[in-house]
């Protein structure tokens, strides 16, 4: 049976925040589609839980929250669980990594590194992910601002989750974040140029890039001879 790994820490404004959105709509996501969701919540999203999670053979995604930059994702408290070039491959070997994280998407960052290294793809954004939150209104899933944001990014991961492809996942993300621009353009502009901003900076990986090859000295007739291409 096929298992997603889910990492939702639960410390700060950010994560409780997003994580209710990831236990509520992917979880569910995976339920129908027959998955059994690997939940580490809270103190759970550590290092040491999380790399004993990833290793199970029946894991096909790992998706979830976290704060992150160009080269770390992290759980509880901060707490690094994937580092650029620091990690067993096989956490990540096909895989989806597929993750609501700050700058892990950046060019030549964590989730470049990822498919490098045997992840089947990976979706993140390449800058700082920005998002409105009410606090006011006690439950993230009420608040219409923050379901703007979040709810527009879980789109990814269930697409995944429904046999989608990158492109068609990022793509409803894409559609749901310029219907909420829309309608923050009357109510609010700041927040729906924020939308726009992150719909922006949705970025996919699915596979690495040949690197380059030593160009061939010999002269053009003879590499067209020998079958060079280079």
Known sequence: MAKVVMTCPDFDIATKSCSPYFTKYVAEAAGAEGWTVVLLYGGDAVKSKFEAACL??????????????ETVFTGQNQEILLERCSYDVNIVKGKDVTHLSCS???PDGLLEDAVAKGARGAQGYSDVYYFFRNTRIEDPLQDPMCDSFIGSDVLRHIGRIQGKSFEDATGDARTRYEEKARYWDQVDPEVAELLRYDARIMVIYTEVTPPPKEYCWLPGWLRRLLGCPY
Do not use: E, K, L, Y
Request: hydrophobic share 35%; net charge negative; aromatic share 0%.
């Open 56 to 69: 199970d053979p029946d894991v096909v995604m790992i998706t979830g929250i976290g704060h992150g930059s």
């Open 104 to 106: 892990t998407g950046a």
